[in-house]
């Protein structure tokens, strides 16, 4: 498949699906007009709040577990769709109960500001929202009732439902061009797991439906296809915890990392419905230098828990810190970054995992990778240790790795980077990823001496690079390196960047960044004027070989401490230095007319679209033909940045 074919095939039903309407067909919410009542309310908040059609009121209860509100009729009511809408993201494990009978008619985990439910056609004169547990009380701003007819469709979607055939979620909206209602629900619904689909039943059909519903890269990256063959060869691999072989989750996803074959690797959505660790560090603890370091036994690594409680270390941060930044911060020891093979998709979607303390080479430092995803991913660290034996970084691409895209993934607080590239990897796309407090983020070229890193290609949009206002204080004079890089190019547009102080990136050795419609906040609580961010966020600050940095529109406001602009004034971006072309006519015409429809001006819309679609459990963004449109995500309510 030539190169002008290859990006047809990935970028064609992508540009179909954006061109087409996404807006709900007109429908009567059936709340409006009902009764209300509920277990208990917090003062200010109103039961009838769920059914008034204002997202601004809400109702909340006096506690975060063991809490009902409920719409009523004075008669049975048939309806067959719920929509729930929360402000803020507060609750945790809900369901959706028929008063009348007692039956479960659905459940989930986590709201959001939407979270669409199809139960089938069910009949009832109350139906009851049960909040089991919840981060904080929770504010639910809506509970809508429809009755929809055939053909109707969600601009947005998302829920969690019982585990009946009869009742789907998703996380979807759009027009879902070409997309099969068994490939909608099979992607979208935590209940129906990735091999009980009624049609989709082999390999390919299933990752094929898993690639559509993903949709493409733009930009550098965007050739990726990772774990999916177009020509039939795509093999699926769902992770469980009772494994018919015997192996450890982190075995079992080495395994399927190994080696070139095409394979899109997923998570079991029951077995990992619940949060779960996984920690590649563990398929490492039976050697015996490992245990030496810790003085612990192989079940004591395995379990860095109870090898913190059976020596005094507590279950916090000093856990972590003893643990992972202490004992095994050391060279020597054998662990390292399991490395991805080619034709690799690591996809995360609806299910819980999260990965700890360190994650995965893309290619080895002597032979790339190419066509590799890792999509919907959580990684956690252990803390910033300043060059830690392990070099624990979350994603590094190496070796002259390509086709290349990392994408809807969160960052938090990781011991090392985010995501690196090195030794010239290339053509690479990083989009909609949450990076919080993480002190260097992207690193491009880790040598000033190492010439293959000329050919290092990365494109970087709506991310957001978050240090939380906790953090400010440690992390405000080094959280940098968006991206360091030597020799190579970048292009980023549409990024968010929050409490940053100076010094963003750093562009050494005749590298060339352009930077197009970003926008940089910082909380006026840290009492920096915009003089000064404007002056040192952006500047050449390297006594070496500098590189070449060109920004448009990109600009600098304070804020409050959930990104809300001080509209009284701002800062545009002006430092510059060397010569930088228009990147954007390195991409395919399909991937540049996606960017033109997309791409929007720095400001408060901006904020608020990257702080509700970046990250794990963020909205569906316009990479697939079922998100919603840009409009209706900021419709759906702010979600903080941090």
Not at 6 to 27: C, D, E, F, P, R
Not at 262 to 289: L, P
Request: include cysteine; charge should be negative; charged fraction near 20%.
């Amino acid at each position: 498949m030539n190169n002008n074919t290859k990006k047809s095939v990935m970028l064609g039903a992508l540009l179909g699906g954006l061109l087409l309407s996404t807006n709900l067909l007109a429908q009567t919410n059936l709340a409006i007009g009902a009764r209300s009542d509920g277990s208990s309310k917090a003062s200010g908040s109103s039961y009838g709040n769920v059914r008034d059609g204002d997202l601004a009121s809400y109702w909340q209860p006096a506690s975060s577990s063991g809490e009902r509100v409920s719409v009523k009729w004075g008669s049975s009511t048939t309806f067959n769709t719920v929509i729930l809408r929360e402000i803020g993201s507060a609750a945790q494990n809900w369901r959706l109960v028929n008063h009348d009978t007692g039956d479960q008619l659905a459940s989930g985990s986590g709201i959001g500001s939407e979270r669409q439910v199809s139960l089938g056609t069910v009949n009832m004169s109350k139906i009851d929202l049960m909040i089991d547990s919840a981060s904080s009380a929770p504010q639910i701003a809506e509970l809508e009732v429809y009755n929809l007819s055939e053909g109707s469709s969600s601009s947005s979607s998302s829920s969690s439902s019982s585990s009946s055939s009869s009742s789907s979620s998703s996380s979807s909206g759009g027009s879902s061009a070409g997309i099969s209602a068994e490939c909608q629900t099979l992607a979208t619904d935590p209940n129906v797991n990735w091999r009980d689909s009624a049609t989709l039943n082999t390999d390919q059909e299933i990752v094929e439906c898993l690639s559509q519903t993903l949709g493409r890269a733009v930009g550098y990256g965007e050739n990726a296809l990772g774990g999916y063959d177009p020509n039939g060869n795509s093999l699926l691999t769902v992770i469980t915890k009772s494994d018919s072989q015997g192996r450890s989750v982190e075995q079992q996803v080495l395994d399927a990392i190994t080696g070139d074959e095409h394979n899109w690797i997923v998570f079991d959505k029951f077995d990992f419905a619940s949060e779960t660790e996984i920690a590649m560090y563990r398929n490492f603890c039976g050697d015996s230098s490992v245990q030496s370091a810790i003085a612990g036994t192989e079940a004591q690594c395995v379990d860095y828990h109870q090898w913190c409680a059976d020596n005094g270390y507590g279950s916090g941060d000093s856990c972590l810190t003893e643990f992972f930044n202490n004992r095994l911060n050391n060279s020597s020891l054998p662990i390292r970054n399991p490395v991805l093979g080619s034709n690799k998709t690591i996809d995360g979607r609806l299910t819980n995992a999260y990965f700890r303390f360190s994650g995965f080479a893309v290619g080895t430092d002597s032979v790339g990778s190419n066509d590799v995803i890792l999509t919907h991913l959580d990684f956690r660290g252990a803390g910033h240790t300043e060059d830690h034996g392990l070099d624990p970084d979350m994603v590094r691409s190496t070796g002259g790795s390509q086709d290349i895209w990392i994408h809807k993934n969160t960052f938090d607080l990781t011991g090392d980077s985010a995501f690196d590239v090195k030794r010239g990897a290339h053509h690479i796309t990083m989009s909609f990823n949450r990076v919080m407090d993480v002190r260097r983020s992207s690193l491009h070229g880790s040598s000033d001496s190492r010439t293959e890193n000329a050919n290092i290609r990365t494109t970087m949009h709506h991310n957001a690079f978050v240090t939380r206002d906790d953090k400010y204080t440690a992390f405000s004079g080094t959280a940098r390196r968006v991206p360091l890089i030597r020799r190579g190019t970048s292009h980023m547009f549409n990024n968010l960047f929050m409490n940053y102080r100076k010094d963003v990136f750093s562009t050494r050795v005749g590298a060339h960044l352009l930077w197009e419609d970003n926008i940089l906040l910082m909380n006026s609580s840290h009492g920096v004027s915009l003089d000064k961010l404007q002056a040192e966020l952006a500047r050449e600050n390297y006594d070496g070989d500098t590189g070449n940095f060109h920004p448009e529109g990109t600009y600098v406001w304070l804020s409050d401490s959930a990104c809300n602009l001080d509209t009284s004034g701002s800062r545009e971006i002006t430092n510059a230095w060397g010569t930088v072309a228009d990147l954007s006519a390195d991409y395919s015409q399909d991937s540049r007319d996606v960017i033109s429809a997309q791409k929007t001006a720095a400001g408060q819309d901006l904020a608020d679209y990257v702080s509700a679609t970046a990250g794990k459990y963020g909205e569906m963004p316009f990479n697939s033909p079922m998100a919603n449109d840009q409009a209706f995500v900021l419709g759906l309510g702010k979600v903080s940045c941090q």
